[in-house]
């Protein structure tokens, strides 16, 4: 699944592609991927003009003039492909959809875009597993819905300070450090990839009990998720599942990663074998030696 480095480099990407652009019009065919379509897209994103793309934890939001945004979650196995005239761009977990031709039949959602000099272009939401979603929202409502309220804060927002972080932290204390990372209430955008890498950088073992961790190891382990995060934009995204940025270069994070799917290689700080655990019911990669489990 994408987390916030990705979701942050398909927002960059698309941003210029898709800004300025005006829709006209919205095909979907699979009703749970845009579950408040009927009605709202007539009369909020038909010839509505794309004004900006944010992101909000693993969450792309795309503001339009209507007074309504149009939020996308990738979920599992969600992609956006934008086709123009010379231009195709691919974002998401790459299958045949990205580079065969669309719609396929993972396509949930087609839209048809034109820029000011009536050069048609086309967005494709494609999403094998049908886990992913597009919703219409007024733009002023879209800190307010459900999704967005128990969302916490964002890492790399100046306002999340240490202090803010290890409130969040704490508010599970009884639980393993590694499941509150992924907690997305707890904190935004953080999945199993940098979960790994930041625990490890820590030397912190992600079963450890969070109530139990120094003032100073929770300070540390923020300052790694923000420098991961940082690392991990800056060089487009992972490459998880081959997971390709909105100009359809690979990201390259992947290279970058101490832990995640290094299993059985040494560990760069002290030599020992990384080793691959269940925590949280997902695959969990450590080095044994730098993160023992202290009880
Ligand atoms: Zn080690």
Same mark, same amino acid.
Request: with cysteine; aromatic share 8%; net charge positive.
């Given at each position: 699944?994408?987390e916030?480095?990705?979701?942050?480099?398909?927002?960059?990407?698309?941003?210029?592609?898709l800004s300025?652009?005006?829709i006209l019009?919205?095909d979907?065919?699979?009703?749970k991927?845009f579950?408040?379509?009927k009605?709202?897209v007539d009369?909020?994103?038909?010839?509505a003009?794309?004004l900006k793309l944010?992101r909000?934890?693993?969450?792309?939001?795309?503001d339009l003039d209507?007074?309504?945004?149009?939020l996308?979650?990738l979920?599992?196995t969600?992609?956006?492909?934008?086709k123009?005239?010379?231009?195709?761009?691919?974002?998401?977990?790459?299958n045949?959809s990205?580079v065969g031709?669309l719609?396929?039949?993972?396509?949930?959602?087609?839209?048809?875009l034109?820029d000011?000099?009536?050069n048609?272009?086309?967005?494709?939401?494609n999403?094998?597993?049908k886990?992913g979603w597009?919703?219409l929202v007024?733009?002023?409502?879209?800190?307010?819905?459900?999704?967005m309220?128990?969302?916490?804060?964002?890492?790399?927002?100046?306002?999340?300070?240490?202090?803010?972080f290890?409130?969040r932290?704490?508010?599970?204390?009884n639980?393993?450090?590694?499941?509150?990372?992924?907690?997305?209430?707890?904190?935004?955008?953080?999945g199993?990839?940098?979960a790994?890498?930041?625990?490890?950088?820590?030397?912190?073992?992600?079963?450890?009990?969070?109530?139990?961790?120094?003032?100073?190891?929770?300070n540390?382990l923020?300052?790694?998720?923000k420098?991961?995060?940082t690392?991990?934009?800056?060089?487009?995204?992972?490459?998880?599942?081959?997971?390709?940025n909105?100009?359809g270069?690979? #990201? *390259?994070y992947?290279?970058?990663? =101490? @832990?995640f799917r /290094?299993?059985?290689?040494? !560990?760069e700080?002290c #030599? *020992?074998?990384?080793?691959?655990? =269940? @925590?949280?019911? /997902?695959?969990?990669h450590? !080095?044994?030696?730098?993160?023992?489990?202290?009880?």
């Amino acid at each position: 699944m994408p987390e916030l480095p990705e979701v942050e480099t398909v927002k960059n990407g698309l941003t210029k592609y898709l800004s300025n652009k005006t829709i006209l019009a919205v095909d979907y065919d699979w009703d749970k991927s845009f579950p408040n379509s009927k009605g709202y897209v007539d009369n909020y994103l038909i010839e509505a003009k794309i004004l900006k793309l944010r992101r909000r934890g693993k969450a792309l939001i795309i503001d339009l003039d209507s007074g309504y945004s149009l939020l996308i979650h990738l979920k599992m196995t969600g992609q956006l492909v934008y086709k123009g005239k010379d231009q195709k761009f691919g974002a998401g977990h790459p299958n045949d959809s990205l580079v065969g031709s669309l719609p396929d039949k993972s396509t949930r959602v087609t839209i048809k875009l034109s820029d000011d000099n009536q050069n048609i272009s086309t967005l494709f939401f494609n999403d094998q597993r049908k886990f992913g979603w597009m919703r219409l929202v007024p733009t002023i409502e879209v800190e307010n819905i459900n999704f967005m309220k128990k969302l916490g804060p964002e890492p790399l927002e100046p306002t999340t300070t240490s202090k803010v972080f290890k409130q969040r932290l704490l508010r599970r204390k009884n639980s393993g450090i590694k499941a509150v990372l992924l907690d997305q209430t707890v904190i935004a955008g953080i999945g199993n990839i940098y979960a790994d890498e930041c625990l490890w950088m820590s030397k912190i073992h992600p079963e450890t009990r969070t109530g139990s961790l120094s003032d100073a190891a929770m300070n540390k382990l923020f300052v790694h998720i923000k420098q991961v995060f940082t690392t991990s934009i800056n060089s487009g995204g992972s490459t998880d599942k081959n997971y390709v940025n909105a100009d359809g270069q690979k #990201g *390259s994070y992947l290279k970058f990663a =101490k @832990v995640f799917r /290094r299993e059985g290689q040494p !560990c760069e700080r002290c #030599g *020992s074998e990384i080793i691959k655990i =269940k @925590v949280a019911g /997902r695959g969990t990669h450590i !080095c044994p030696k730098c993160q023992r489990l202290k009880k």
